[in-house]
């Protein structure tokens, strides 16, 4: 799981739901060996927003989508001012 739980503290719902969709669009063409993707979850089980079922995926899948969704996060942060 990739989780901006922490990240997302203070975060509108709007600017949650605008990592989410960007998320989405990261994960779109992300299938494991079985053909499974990855999903994105708004305010689950702990508030913000997280990459869920990434267990399957390769490791370098799984770095690449975190360094990708990092700078997501970072993008849309400095853009609110944090």
């Given at each position: 799981m990739v989780?901006?739980?922490?990240?997302?503290?203070?975060?509108?719902?709007?600017?949650?739901?605008?990592?989410?969709?960007?998320?989405?669009?990261?994960?779109?063409?992300?299938?494991?060996?079985?053909?499974?993707?990855?999903?994105?979850?708004?305010?689950?089980?702990?508030?913000?927003?997280?990459?869920?079922?990434?267990?399957?995926?390769?490791?370098?899948?799984?770095?690449?989508?975190?360094?990708?969704?990092?700078?997501?996060?970072?993008?849309?942060?400095?853009?609110?001012?944090?």
């Amino acid at each position: 799981m990739v989780n901006y739980g922490y990240d997302c503290q203070g975060w509108s719902e709007t600017a949650k739901r605008e990592l989410a969709a960007e998320l989405e669009k990261l994960v779109a063409n992300v299938r494991d060996q079985n053909g499974r993707q990855p999903e994105v979850e708004i305010n689950g089980t702990y508030g913000g927003v997280r990459i869920r079922k990434l267990t399957w995926l390769t490791e370098e899948q799984i770095d690449k989508l975190t360094i990708e969704a990092d700078a997501i996060v970072d993008r849309i942060a400095k853009r609110m001012g944090r």
